[in-house]
């Protein structure tokens, strides 16, 4: 069934008006999702004309979606595969910090998503504050975005020790990655929650794609991109 607000697949309701709504079009969350819905899902996205994101996609799903449609690509670092029909206009600049190596996949679907969505984006990976100096190494670099978001799991320290030394907005992702009273990223959660350093805006664990696309709509504001 179609209408002008959704396409009714019965196993999916696609928001059709999601771009005029909110700038973007709907995303995919690929992870539960069985390879015929999916294959249903990019084809109506794809015969509508939309580029399509899908996050938290499998190898399989990608083997799968890639005899189906030529022009998928798979983000393995990210796990995220684009069908992109149209150009994608890129403005300002986002800066994606990670405070440790184990961090770097969260903050890679950060990357991913910001940059499908129309942002360029440099990365800062493993400066975390075990080595604090690396982040003033590096801080000049990362104060030139217009955003910046900062990846940590652990204790979860870096985010408020960067939003302290910068003038921008700064988005901070608690991880899963620590041993066992990290408690699988509650404590960076609750450490980013409760920092004093004024400006941060925290995000779920784990969750690099509201994180790329919020910093994604506050760098295409501020470049002045409609």
């Known amino acids: 069934m179609t209408n002008e607000k959704y396409i009714d697949l019965e196993f999916a309701k696609l928001d059709m008006e999601r771009i005029k709504r909110r700038g973007y079009s709907e995303t995919v969350f ?5 390879n015929e819905q999916l294959a249903k899902i990019f084809e109506t996205f794809e015969l509508s004309g939309l580029n399509v994101l899908g996050t938290r996609a499998s190898e399989l799903q990608y083997d799968f979606l890639k005899e189906k449609f030529q022009k998928i690509q798979y983000n393995n670092k990210a796990r995220v ?3 992109i029909q149209k150009p994608v ?3 300002g600049l986002i800066s994606v910090c990670t405070a440790g190596t184990g961090d770097i996949a969260v903050a890679e679907e950060v990357c991913a998503v910001a940059e499908f969505f129309g942002s360029y984006v440099k990365k800062f990976y493993d400066i975390g504050v075990a080595g604090v100096h690396r982040v003033f190494d590096n801080i000049n670099e990362i104060k030139k975005a217009n955003v910046v978001v900062v990846v940590a799991g652990m204790e979860g320290t870096l985010g408020g020790i960067i939003t302290g030394l910068v003038d921008v907005p700064v988005i901070a ?5 620590g041993y066992g009273s990290s408690m699988n990223g509650i404590s960076a959660l609750l450490t980013m929650l409760n920092s004093c350093a004024e400006g941060m805006t925290v995000v779920n664990i784990d969750n690099g794609f509201n994180a790329g696309y919020s910093a994604c709509q506050i760098n295409r504001k501020i470049a002045g991109d409609k």
């Open 30 to 34: 690929c992870e539960s999702k069985t």
């Open 89 to 91: 206009k890129k403005v």
């Open 173 to 177: 992702v608690p991880t899963s990655v």
């Open 81 to 83: 595969l684009t069908l």
